[in-house]
């Protein structure tokens, strides 16, 4: 118990330096380009904010809103030294619908080159109940990551790591490109994802079945540890620009997910979107 608790206590002191690091690097590159462009007039910051229809809302493979559409609405503000801060909150249809939960986030990107990126990101995760996904206990993420570009394409790599209520670490990697017909913007990818988690078995969905995502007050002892391939996604998204700052979206996905995190092995999932940017 003794060397549990110490394994644990170090992997929080790891990850609030990591944090750290990462929020006082944002300050010190926003500081530094704030005085070094005190005589430029260059618009440095931007805000993005955005409303999402999801037929299903899933994560790695993973259902997040009960085998049902969502809306989502989230906003960001972001500075060109590469700091970034935000929330998203998502709320399911239906008559019983309303809202599920929300995220929080902090981060960085820092470009190496004009080709490779990296980035991380800390984010609080809150959900109506702890029992809705095998996500949902857990309430903190770290995230690591970095992006190559090469021609059209663009390549990438993530690692995220969530704590507090429990551990799960997933690695996800895949490639995206870009075609213009006009003024529309098409951009398929695809990305992979690998999982590993240790579940708790009343949470699986096997054991919840389907709708029986809201479980409160249900206990086990009995665990489970997944790994391996947590889902495949191909995406094919539709940008079209409305002008004023307003941006429309389209993006059907395919997405496997052979894992038992799922609920459901393969399955479609379209995604459309309202976004508006402004510059300042």
Known sequence: MKITKLRFS????RILLITSLIIFGAIDSLYSQEKDGDDEQEQSWSVSSGA??????????????????AFSFGSEISHQSGFSAGFEAFALNG?????????????????????VRFNGAYTYHSYKTDTLSVLAAISNELSLGGT??????????SYNAFFEGGTANYVTTGASTNYNIGQL????????????????????????????????G??????????????????????????????????????????DLATSVSQFVLIIGLEHSVDF
Do not use: C, W
Not at 95 to 115: K, R
């Open 218 to 259: 249900t206990t086990s002892n009995l665990t489970t540890t997944i790994t391996g391939l947590s889902n495949l996604s191909i995406y094919l998204a539709f940008h079209y620009p409305l002008g004023k700052g307003f941006v429309t979206s389209i993006m059907p996905s395919y997405v496997y997910s052979p894992t």
């Open 52 to 69: 999402h229809y999801y037929s299903r809302y899933t994560r790695y493979g993973i259902d997040l809103s009960e085998d049902r559409s």
């Open 148 to 157: 190559l570009k090469v021609g059209r394409f663009l390549f990438f790599v």
């Open 185 to 216: 913007t098409l951009e398929p990818s695809v990305q992979f994802s690998f999982a590993s988690q240790t579940v708790n078995d009343a949470l699986l969905p096997k054991n919840r079945g389907k709708g029986k995502g809201n479980m409160k």
């Open 10 to 13: 170090l992997l929080n002191i």
């Open 95 to 115: 008559t019983d619908g309303g809202y599920e939960h929300s995220s929080f986030h902090v981060g960085y990107e820092y470009p190496l080159n004009t080709s």
